[in-house]
């Protein structure tokens, strides 16, 4: 059985930083493209960061571009997004994702795998 675990998030002021993490079991992710998304309340899911394969460069949305860093870690079947220069516009709960590399990375509905999701809260 495939899952993916979010942790790392929380409350933080406007600013501050928070690394997610997401560990995966049932498989074995590092050729599958693994993806960041967040879901803000009352707006859809949004794309935040993916890449395609590990080693691969990562892509951003522009939102976070400059701000927010994608990472593997292979040994640990885990990625992890390094979040900075927090807002409270990043305030939403957090969700990662694995899927095929032929899919469409940046849509959410081309992802096979999720996590149960994770709140981060940025406050003013």
């Known amino acids: 059985q495939v899952q993916l675990v979010e942790s790392g998030g929380g409350l933080v002021q406007a600013g501050g930083s928070l690394r997610l993490s997401c560990a995966a079991s049932?498989?074995?992710?590092?050729?599958?493209?693994m993806g960041w998304f967040r879901q803000a309340p009352g707006k859809e899911r949004e794309f935040v960061a993916a890449?395609?394969?590990?080693?691969?460069?990562?892509v951003y949305a522009d939102s976070v571009k400059g701000r927010f860093i994608f990472s593997r870690d292979n040994a640990k079947n885990t990625v992890y997004l390094q979040m900075n220069s927090l807002t409270p516009e990043d305030t939403a709960v957090y969700y990662c994702?694995?899927?095929?590399?032929?899919?469409?990375?940046?849509?959410?509905?081309?992802?096979?795998?999720w996590g149960q999701g994770i709140q981060v809260t940025v406050s003013s």
């Open positions: 049932g498989r074995t992710f590092s050729t599958y493209t």
């Open positions: 890449n395609r394969w590990s080693g691969s460069t990562a």
């Open positions: 994702a694995g899927s095929l590399p032929t899919r469409n990375m940046y849509a959410s509905r081309d992802y096979e795998y």
